[in-house]
C-alpha cells in the first residue's frame, strides 16, 4: 500500500501523462540529434496528487507500506475513529466560546469551525480524552472536496455563500438557518441555549507537514500550537496554498 508522505491517505492520482510522454519522445526524433535524448521523458518522475488533503508531489515520495505497517496503520485510524465515534454530530466549544460540530463525512472525521461569515472545515487527526478540558487535533490541509459550504473563505459577504450539497448532509436546515440570520456570538449562544454543546474542549492545530497517525502519540509532542487568533491566519494561509496547488 502506497500512501501520502503528508496525511496516511491511500486515495491519490497520478497527474502526470505517460501519453505526453509519448508525444515529448515523438517530437524530440524530429530535431537534430534528438534521437539520442528521446528516452529523457520517460525518466522524468511521475507525480502524484492526494485526493484528502491536496498534497502534490513526485510519486517517489510516497510511503510504501509492507503488510504489517498497512495493518498497523488501519488499527491506528480504527483507533481514532472509536475515540471520536461518541462525539461524532455533537458541537463542542472551547474556551472562547468558539462553536465547532464533530462530523464524520466522506471517509475523514472533520471539524467545521463557525467564523463570522463562513463555516470551515479542518481534518480531525488526534483526540485526547485524558486531558481537562478534552482536546482535538486538527490539520487544515483539506481539498475542495470536503467544503460544506460554496466558499472557504473568511472574509467573503455571508449573503454569497451557500452550504453546498455536502453541506445539507451533516448540518441539520436549523443550524444553517441560524447561522445565516445570526453573527457568531449569537450562534454559539443558541448553541447553549439548544443545550447542544456536549463539550468544552482545547483545539490544537499541527504542521502540516507533521505525519502524526503513522507516527503515533509521539508525533504530536512539540510542534504544535493552541487555536489561537495568530494560528488560524496562519491556517488561513495554508489553506490558500493548498488549494492554489490543488
Ligand atoms: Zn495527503
Given at each position: 500500500m502506497k500512501i501520502c508522505p503528508q496525511c496516511t491517505s491511500d486515495s491519490h492520482e497520478r497527474t502526470s501523462s505517460t501519453g505526453l510522454r509519448v508525444v515529448g519522445c515523438i517530437v524530440l526524433l524530429f530535431i537534430p540529434y534528438g534521437f539520442f535524448i528521446c528516452w529523457v521523458p520517460f525518466v522524468l518522475p511521475h507525480k502524484f496528487l492526494c485526493n484528502v488533503c491536496g498534497y502534490h508531489g513526485k510519486e517517489e515520495e510516497l510511503l510504501n507500506l509492507d503488510w504489517r505497517e498497512s495493518e498497523e496503520l488501519k488499527g491506528q485510524h480504527r483507533e481514532l475513529h472509536e475515540k471520536l465515534q461518541p462525539v461524532k454530530d455533537m458541537w463542542v466549544q472551547d474556551t472562547k466560546q468558539n462553536s465547532y460540530k464533530v462530523i464524520h463525512g466522506k471517509g475523514q472525521y472533520l471539524l467545521l469551525k463557525v467564523l463570522e461569515n463562513n463555516i470551515v472545515p479542518y481534518r480531525i487527526v488526534g483526540y485526547d480524552k485524558d486531558t481537562d478540558p478534552k482536546r482535538i487535533m486538527i490539520k487544515d490541509?483539506?481539498?475542495?472536496?470536503?467544503?460544506?459550504?460554496?466558499s472557504i473563505s473568511k472574509i467573503i459577504d455571508k449573503s454569497n455563500v451557500q452550504v453546498n450539497d455536502f453541506g445539507k448532509t451533516i448540518l441539520l436546515d436549523e443550524e444553517v438557518t441560524k447561522f445565516f440570520s445570526c453573527n457568531v456570538e449569537e450562534f454559539s449562544q443558541w448553541l447553549n441555549e439548544q443545550a447542544k454543546v456536549a463539550l468544552l474542549i482545547d483545539i490544537e492545530v499541527l504542521p502540516n507537514t507533521e505525519r502524526t497517525i503513522i507516527e503515533g502519540k509521539n508525533g504530536y509532542s512539540n510542534k504544535s500550537t493552541l487555536f489561537t487568533n495568530e494560528n488560524e491566519e496562519e491556517a488561513s494561509d495554508s489553506k490558500k496554498y493548498n488549494d492554489f496547488h490543488v
Open positions: 490541509n483539506l481539498v475542495e472536496n470536503f467544503n460544506v459550504t460554496s
